[in-house]
Structure formats: C-alpha cells, structure tokens
C-alpha cells in the first residue's frame, strides 16, 4: 500500500475508470525515468546484491525491478568466471613470450605454418555425457538414467596440428592395451610422430617447429626435453627451453578450439563397440 502511495500517488485501483489512470489499462506507469535511475544508482553501489535483497531496500516489486534491470537498463546476470591467480613475475613471462613470438612471426612468414602444437587427450569408450544436450521432454522425469563405470575403458592419445594438417593420433599403448602416459612412454610416441613429420616434411624439417605446454611432469623431464633439443635443435616452445611456454598459459591454440572437439565428435557420432574401432574413428578426417 505504501509503496502504491509513493509511486501512483494514490491507493485507488487504477484498473478502474477514472479520471486518475494515465494509461488505457487504468495501472499508472511505474517504470518511470526516476525509478530508472534509481535501480541504476542501486546497481551501480552493489553489483552484487541478489534481486531479492535489491528489491527489499527499494519501494518497487521485485517483478518491476526486474524489467527495469533487463528491459530498460539491458542489464545480464554475468556468472563470476574463476581464474588462476596470477603473481606479477607469470604476467611478465607471459609478456615476454608474447614478444618473442611476435618477433619470430615478423622474421619469418612461414613461423606460424611450421608450428607444430601437440597435446594429449583421454578417449573413453562411453563418451562424455553433456547433461544440456541429454534432454528428455515430457510430463514427468524419465525413468532412464545415464550411467558411467567405474572404471571406464579409455585410451590416451597424442595429436600434432599446424597449418600444414594433423599428425596422428598416437596412442599410449603396450601390446594395442592402454597405458598411463609416463616419460618413457611419452619418448616412444614422440619417436613415432619424428619419423611421421620426416616422412611427410623431410625437405623442410630443418624449419618445422614444436610447441607443447609444461603441465604435464613428462613434458619437461630431462629426458624428454634433451630428446625435443636433438630433433628440432633451438626450434622448441616448452616451458625449460630457449622459448618458455609459461604456466597457466590460457588454452588459445588450434588443438584447445578446434581439433579435440572436432575429433570427440567423429569418435562418439555413434557409441563405439570397442576401443579398437574408437580409434579407428579418431584417425578419419
């Protein structure tokens, strides 16, 4: 009733004929330029707030704020996005990698077509369930459910991208059975994608380059970095060599955006039977 008062100027029901409606309904407008700007100020001082609290310290309905906050002021209800925190001296090696890069492009035009960006990936033999996709319509919840195993059935696979096309996949596997990924493990697969990249680019593997992140303890061991050194020399992008790949580097290359989706969605068009016809599927393009 107060509120009524504050806004209409009155507590008669406006729905009925009279002289005090304003509109062809009879309701007053309380979506005015003073309530406007007064959900705006609210808005601005508290961001945060839920819609509930907000509407409890102003002298409108909830309802109403809400259309001020969408309809008039086109505001959204933005999700907080979760980050890792960053230290100065990660923000500074990620300026400084940028750069070399930069200046890698500008010295040579075929740099970005020569980049090979490699990276691991899990193959499960039932797929990966999204939940916004699995919709079932009706009157009542369906009886059905989706199950995962235990222990699901999967293989681990390593892919090459650059301009040039896709190496691979190679799995991680011991007799056609799957193997946790280790450094050893992690040399052989690398033995297999040189002798790929020598059979396909041979005449200009002295200018291919290859890049992998450091988040994986195999990348960076010893071993493996003193192998990438032997084959590509100074050509590397990897966290302990010449170029640092930094940590917590986002996710922004060709195989983050496109090639895992890209080959997930050939795999699992149709449930595979087994493993063995996943990664026949995995390696069609």
Known sequence: ???????????????????????????????????????????????????????????????????????????FPYRIQTHQKLSESDKNRRKEMAKVLLDKIEESDTFLKNLWTTD???????????????????TSPPAEIAVRPLHPCKVTALVAISSRGIIGPFFFESNEVAVTVNTERYIEVLDKFWIELQRKFNSTLNRQWFHQDGAAPHHTAHVSIEWLKQQFKKRIVSRRCQIEWPPYTPDLSLRDVYLWGYLKNKVYEEKPRDLNQLKRRSKTR
């Open 1 to 75: 009733m107060v509120k009524k008062f504050q806004y209409a100027g009155t507590v008669k029901n406006l729905n009925k004929k009279c002289k005090d409606r304003e509109t062809h309904s009879g309701r007053k407008r309380l979506r005015t330029s003073h309530v406007i700007a007064m959900v705006r100020e609210s808005v601005e001082q508290s961001p945060k707030r839920s819609t509930r609290k907000r509407s409890q310290t102003l002298p409108i309905s909830r309802s109403t704020m809400m259309r001020v906050m969408t309809e008039d002021l086109g505001m």
């Open 120 to 138: 691991e990936a899990h193959f499960h033999l039932d797929g990966q369930v999204n939940s916004k996709n699995n919709v079932y319509w009706g």
